[in-house]
């Protein structure tokens, strides 16, 4: 059925690169999400009324409000497809992180709510009655809301929709909801037990799981080593690091990274590497990439010596240190030896510094006419177990 409305309803469907694709894509998930929850309104409002169900009433109303989270997805897809003006230079993007933000908070509403509501249930407990017609409906109503959450989630992810996948799993709170009510009405129909209020509980935590993807993450690691391997693999480039990508919305990156080009080549050249990079990676990145060039040392056998005793000194100390814009200053005798220590996000303030005057200590000991000046720094890439 996904496919079937993404072939009929979106034109040149696989160019999700393109913005007008993407807005597409997301008025299509706002139309079925908005014609749905509507329709299930109308059919659980009808039933209550004709059963005088107080129940399956609110529930109709429960859906009518998730109504409001496929509008939200319009409007914020729609917005964010606006192109760039005078007083938003990289676009409207960010308008669908801003939408899917405000459709987390139903989401949390679901959560806070069950859990109000079940504390309420331990302490004043409720019989609960078998209606087959209700639950029927509470049956079909599941159906509908799982169906949902997996055309969202698949359509959120084909073309990275922040919003897309927050309404994803405001239908999957909506599925987990209501199959916590179904059970706990089976186990009391058959058993006499009342775990209502346990389920609602369960549920509350189980609705607090569906934000961590809402609440924003790191750049998958993927793409800084996308960004990182392209820069390396051109003649002339010896290393990169200190990568930073910028989100503008989906589609719309903007990246800085340090290169590092052999000090005995000219600017010139070195510069004319650096603007095709540049060129290449808005071409087959579609990512506006802007090159620091760092000059490094690669004849002078002092310098490599020291380079070569620092990075097993480094390696000793911590496997997962590392450095980069090594260099040496000489005067005299004197040999100083400047360079960035990057160290893990895992290490504190105090941990670094700690490293670091070992680090310090551990070259001078090596050689007592070496002084260091070490800049601490920390990576920006994403930890290697968060690639999706």
Not at 358 to 371: F, G
Request: charged fraction near 20%.
């Amino acid at each position: 059925m996904t496919e079937f409305l993404v072939n009929k309803f979106i034109k040149d469907s696989a160019n999700i690169e393109s913005t007008e694709v993407r807005t597409r894509y997301g008025m299509l998930a706002s139309v079925v999400g908005i014609f749905c929850n509507v329709l299930l309104f109308s059919v659980k409002l009808a039933i209550g009324l004709i059963l005088s169900s107080l129940a399956v009433t609110a529930d109709a109303f429960n859906n009518l409000s998730d109504a409001a989270s496929s509008i939200i997805s319009f409007v914020g897809v729609k917005m964010a497809g606006k192109p760039a003006d005078a007083e938003h230079p990289f676009g409207h993007g960010r308008i669908e992180y801003i939408a899917a933000l405000i459709v987390s908070f139903l989401v949390i509403e679901v959560g806070f709510t069950f859990f109000k509501s079940s504390i309420s249930k331990i302490m004043h407990p409720e019989e609960i009655t078998f209606d087959p017609v209700p639950f029927i409906i509470l049956i079909l109503s599941i159906l509908v809301k799982l169906w949902m959450a997996f055309f969202n989630n698949k359509l959120g992810k084909r073309i990275d929709s922040k919003v897309m996948l927050a309404t994803a799993a405001d239908s999957l709170g909506d599925v987990i909801t209501t199959s916590a009510t179904v059970i706990s009405i089976v186990i009391c129909h058959f058993t006499s037990i009342n775990v209502d209020a346990i389920a609602g509980l369960i549920v509350s935590g189980i609705a607090k799981d569906t934000l961590e993807p809402l609440i924003g993450q790191r750049v998958p690691s993927e793409l800084y080593q996308k960004i990182t391997d392209m820069v390396e693999s051109y003649e002339g480039i010896v290393g990169a690091h200190d990568l930073i990508v910028h989100n503008y919305g989906p589609n719309r990156s903007m990246a800085t990274i340090h290169a590092e080009v052999p000090n005995d080549v000219s600017i010139e050249a070195s510069h004319e590497i650096i603007d095709r990079i540049e060129r290449d990676a808005k071409k087959e990145l579609n990512i506006l990439l802007v090159i620091h060039m760092d000059p490094v040392e690669m004849r002078d056998e002092e310098v490599l010596e020291l380079r070569d005793k620092t990075s097993h000194i480094v390696h000793a100390l911590d496997p997962e240190l590392h450095f980069h814009d090594f260099r040496v200053l000489k005067e005299n005798e004197q040999k100083n030896l400047i360079f960035d220590l990057v160290v893990p996000d895992s290490y504190t303030e105090k941990d670094a510094n700690r490293v670091m005057h070992q680090l310090i200590a551990l070259l001078h000991e090596m050689e007592k006419n070496v002084d260091c000046i070490i800049t601490l720094d920390r990576s920006f890439e994403a930890p290697k177990n968060n690639i999706t």
